[in-house]
C-alpha cells in the first residue's frame, strides 16, 4: 500500500471512527435519559418500569469495548506505515490529501468530546444510582481509550500534513 493508499484509508477509518462515536454519543444519552427517568421512579418510590435497562446498558457496553479494541489494532497499524514512510514517499500530490485527512481528524475531535460530555453526564447521575449493577467501569475504560485513540490521530494527521507541507517543496 502506498501513501496516498494509506491516507485514504486513514480518512476512511477517521469517518468511520467518526459515525460509531455519533451513534454512541447518541445511544449514551438515551441511556441517561432512561436511567433519569427510572431514579425518578425510585425516588418516589415507585416500580421501575425499564427492567431491560441494565441488559441493555451492559450489553453497549460490551459492544464499544469490542469496537474500540478494534480501532485501536487499526488505527496501530496505520500510525506504524504512516511513520516508516520516507521523503520520497511524500509527492507533490500528497498535500490535499493530507489537509483532508488533517480535516478529518479534527471533526473526530469534536464528535470525541461531544461522547465524553455525554459521558461525564451519565457518570454523574449513574454516582447516585445503586438499584442495579451496571458495567460503568467498561464505559469509563472505553470513555479513556477513545480520547487516547482520537488523540493519537490528530497527532498522526498533523504529523502527515506537516510533512507533506514540508516535502512537496523538495
Not at 97 to 103: E, S, V
Not at 124 to 149: E, M
Request: with cysteine; hydrophobic share 40%; glycine share 2%.
Amino acid at each position: 500500500m502506498n501513501s496516498l493508499d494509506c491516507i485514504q484509508e486513514a480518512t476512511t477509518q477517521c469517518e468511520a471512527l467518526r459515525g460509531q462515536l455519533t451513534a454512541d454519543a447518541r445511544l449514551l444519552a438515551e441511556f441517561y435519559r432512561r436511567l433519569e427517568q427510572i431514579s425518578a421512579q425510585l425516588h418516589k418510590n415507585m416500580d421501575v418500569r425499564d427492567a431491560s435497562f441494565a441488559e441493555e446498558f451492559n450489553s453497549f457496553c460490551q459492544n464499544l469495548r469490542t469496537n474500540t479494541d478494534k480501532q485501536e489494532a487499526a488505527w496501530a497499524q496505520i500510525r506504524a506505515q504512516a511513520r516508516s514512510w520516507t521523503k520520497n514517499d511524500y509527492g507533490a500530490d500528497m498535500a490535499l490529501p493530507a489537509k483532508g485527512f488533517n480535516n478529518k481528524a479534527k471533526t473526530l475531535s469534536r464528535m470525541c468530546d461531544e461522547f465524553t460530555t455525554e459521558y461525564h453526564r451519565f457518570y454523574r447521575l449513574y454516582q447516585g444510582y445503586t438499584a442495579q449493577k451496571l458495567n460503568v467501569w467498561l464505559l469509563t475504560s472505553c470513555a479513556t481509550a477513545v480520547n487516547n485513540i482520537t488523540d493519537k490521530v490528530l497527532f498522526l494527521a498533523r504529523e502527515i500534513a506537516k510533512n507533506a507541507e514540508r516535502y512537496r517543496r523538495l
